[in-house]
Structures are given as structure tokens and as C-alpha cells.
């Protein structure tokens, strides 16, 4: 297919990529910082513009990969009644686009996306239509980029966008922490890392409630204790520590 | 070396296979449980007991790898005075077998061992120990099953085994409340897989600092209400969302 990437972002980045190794034609990069969206379109040997007026207007699909609050505005710009206009946001409905076009639709890609990558993760792709021909055509484009195509309208979407938050952002904030935590006490963060890559490679096979171990699981209250102490100078890590410890225990 | 493995668990086996296919000789297992030792000593080649007063006495080393709590009274019954006798705990001093010989110590995988798993994870192995002759046994018998071994008196392994507790326990437990969530709300767990992976596999090459993303981070209010608002139900979940977004945005 013929595509205009709106966005010179991570998700730009990565389903450019993804996108022009599946053998689809990246017509136009459109970006509002002129220098970001010729470098994408550079990588992605097409050409780009941050002119509105001078969007091409014989893609067969639109993407808007901006960020959330950008979306709406975008699609006042682009009026494009007989093309398919799409974003790729976990949290924002698809009908910020019925203005734009009467072939809407989503494209998410449930995955954390990052530009400086040197791989192309695997990445599921829910998506979600204003009709089936539309829907049809996401389909064949999510295939493929992905072996993963699921279906969800956009209550779905926010629900599995929440537990990606906490699967992502607030798994690698606990990462955050505890690096700082190693850090402040001289103790080597890179011993841990084995450890993460544990924790995640289990669950690819056997359910986390299967795996759960640890003082909390245990209600081992002496080494609770024990590590309670260590954490007087560590609010942030003391109350999440209190509070999932908690939650631990009313799961067993 | 030759090793008597006290103990039949999650570490009792890894380590034993571990130390198994390093070349050393189990020479014996002990179990309380006669049963899980028998298992254990034909899995491993060896004979087993669960008499403390045929404990062979002719061992290099005497490993512990039993529950926090066991390890005194395993101390109590073990005098082996020219032996090398190490724990394998995280959050338990090695004070606690000075009673059992004068060459004591401890050997402690920084890992989440499951005997089920059908591979050796890498695991960072942490040693101490009473004295300079132990602690070079403990590194050498160390080295012989991981890439890394690092020093860490009783306080250093105490704030690791708390560091650990975050990485593994707290993230699984999230992993736990997520997939219940996915079930109840009719969503497909498997989806979540590949960020998970992703999650893990990027924090081994990027500090979790240049990572973190999401809404919590961008301080995007009206997601942040979109998804309070799904967790009305879950009060688990919104309890850690509330205090996980609030500590992301201080760290910002």
C-alpha cells in the first residue's frame, strides 16, 4: 500500500520501519519540526514536508502516529473523505477522525517503542474501524507488519493500554528505583539484571501466579522487617514496597 | 569439590544440577522429607538421607539450601568443625553458623530458581565468609557455576536480596493482578507478552531512566482519569496506579 506517515516519533520510526521492510511504499513524512521529518523521511527513502497544503493526497492510508492531545487538531487539517486516515493511540477513540475522513480507524501497536532500537520488537496490533472495508484494509496492514492482529474497539484498547502501563511503564519504573537505590549504596545494579530477564522470560510459559515467591508470598515478617529498615532514607521504595507486600498477602 | 546438598527445594536443585554438570561430586543429598531427597539423589546421581546421623562426613563442603527459618536448626545439628559449611540465603547473617564449624560462609544465587525450568538461568552468585581460606573454596566453587561472583558481607547481600524482592516479586505480583484483570474483562493475557519481553530485554543495554515513558510520565491528565476510572473495580490495581504514577511524576 501507498502511506503517509503523520509523526516523526518513536511509533512513527518503528512502524516506518516495520512498514517499509513489509514492502509498502512510504510516499510522504509529514512533521511539524521540518528537520525531524526529512531525517525519518531520509531513513525511510521517501520524501517530507511539515505544509499541510502539500501533504500528498494519493496515499491509500493516512497514519497519524503524534502524540495523544495532537491527534484531534490533525485531523481538523486533514480532510481526506475517500482515504483511510488512522492513529496508532491506545487511549484515544477512533471517533476523533470521523471528521477527517468516512474510513477511520485505529492501528495500535501494543508494544514500547523506541527510535534508538537497533531491532524491530515484536509488536501486536489491535485494531478497530469505522466500517469493514476499512477494517478489512487494516487487517491486511497490520498482517503484515505483525503476527499478532487482534481485534478491539476502543474500550478494549484503553483496557489493554492500562495493563500495559503497568506491565511497562511502571514495571520499568521500579527499574528506575532500584538503580538509583544500588547507586546511593554502592551496590552494583548489573547483578539484578539477570534476574529481570528471569522474571520475564518465565511468564512467556508459565503463569505468573505460579512463579510468585518472596517474604510477602512467604509472610516471612522477619526478613519484612529487615528490609523495611533499610528503607528509611526511601519513601518511594518504602511505600510501594508496603503496598505490594500488602497486596501480596490478601492474593494468598 | 564434594558437596552434601541439606536441603531438596527450588535451590537445593538448580545448584545441585548446576554444580552437577560444573564436574563436582554431590556426594550426598539430606531431606527431612525422605521422599523429595530420594528424588532429588537419583535425579542427581547420589544417595540421600534423612538422618542427621548419617550425614556423611567426608565433604569438601556442605551446602544449606533450605528455608530462612531452617537454617539454625540445621546449624545445630551439623558440627563439622573443619568442614566448609555455607547458607544460601539473602536476608539471613552468616553469623549463624559459627556454631557449626569454624569455616562457614555463604554462597547466594542473586536469581529466581524454579526446579521446573528446563534450562540453568545465568545466576550471579554473592560470597562471604569467616575467613580468607573459605571465602577462596566459596570462589572457586563459585566461578565453576557462573560467570559472576561478587563479594557481599551481610549487609550488602541483605540490600541486594531487597533490591531482588522489587525486580522479581513486586514485578511478578504485577503480572499477577494484571493477568486476573485480563480474565475478568474478557482480554487476552498473551497479547502483553511481548512488552513484557520488551521490558526487560531493552533495561540490559538502556538505563530504565532513558526508558520510561507513558502517561504517568507525560503528565497526561485526561488518560490518567480514563484509567482511574476502569479501576473502580480492581482496588488493588488503582491503589498502585495511584501510588506508582505519583512517584514516577516526582522523579521527573
Known amino acids: 500500500m501507498d502511506i503517509v506517515i503523520i509523526g516523526?516519533?518513536?511509533t512513527a520510526t518503528i512502524l516506518g520501519r516495520k512498514l517499509n521492510a513489509a514492502?509498502?511504499?512510504i510516499i510522504?513524512?509529514?512533521?511539524?519540526?521540518?528537520?525531524?521529518?526529512?531525517?525519518?523521511?531520509?531513513?525511510?527513502?521517501?520524501e517530507s514536508t511539515n505544509y499541510w497544503s502539500v501533504v500528498n493526497r494519493n496515499a491509500h492510508v493516512y497514519l497519524l502516529a503524534v502524540s495523544d492531545i495532537a491527534i484531534e487538531e490533525v485531523a481538523k487539517e486533514l480532510k481526506l473523505p475517500y482515504k483511510v486516515v488512522v492513529h496508532t493511540a491506545g487511549a484515544v477513540s477512533k471517533e476523533i477522525l470521523k471528521e477527517s475522513s468516512n474510513h477511520y480507524g485505529v492501528l495500535y501497536p501494543l508494544q514500547s517503542l523506541k527510535k534508538e532500537s537497533s531491532y524491530l520488537p515484536e509488536t501486536p496490533i489491535l485494531i478497530d474501524a469505522s466500517d469493514n472495508d476499512t477494517l478489512m484494509i487494516l487487517e491486511i496492514l497490520g498482517k503484515s507488519i505483525s503476527d499478532t492482529i487482534s481485534l478491539a474497539n476502543d474500550a478494549q484498547r484503553l483496557k489493554l493500554h492500562l495493563a500495559a502501563v503497568f506491565c511497562n511503564n511502571f514495571v520499568n519504573h521500579m527499574y528506575v528505583l532500584i538503580?538509583?537505590?544500588?547507586q546511593k549504596e554502592g551496590l552494583d545494579f548489573q547483578l539484578l539484571l539477570p534476574l529481570i530477564q528471569e522474571t520475564a522470560q518465565r511468564i512467556q510459559t508459565i503463569p505468573p501466579a505460579k512463579s510468585q515467591t518472596g517474604p510477602a508470598k512467604r509472610r516471612d515478617t522477619a526478613t519484612i522487617e529487615k528490609h523495611l529498615a533499610l528503607m528509611e532514607s526511601y519513601p518511594?521504595?518504602?511505600s510501594i514496597y508496603q503496598l505490594l507486600t500488602k497486596s501480596i498477602q490478601q492474593h494468598n
Open 8 to 10: 516523526t516519533g518513536n
Open 23 to 25: 514492502g509498502h511504499r
Open 28 to 46: 510522504q513524512i509529514f512533521g511539524r519540526d521540518a528537520k525531524a521529518a526529512s531525517e525519518l523521511a531520509y531513513e525511510l527513502n521517501t
Open 179 to 182: 538503580e538509583e537505590y544500588c
Open 236 to 238: 518511594d521504595l518504602k
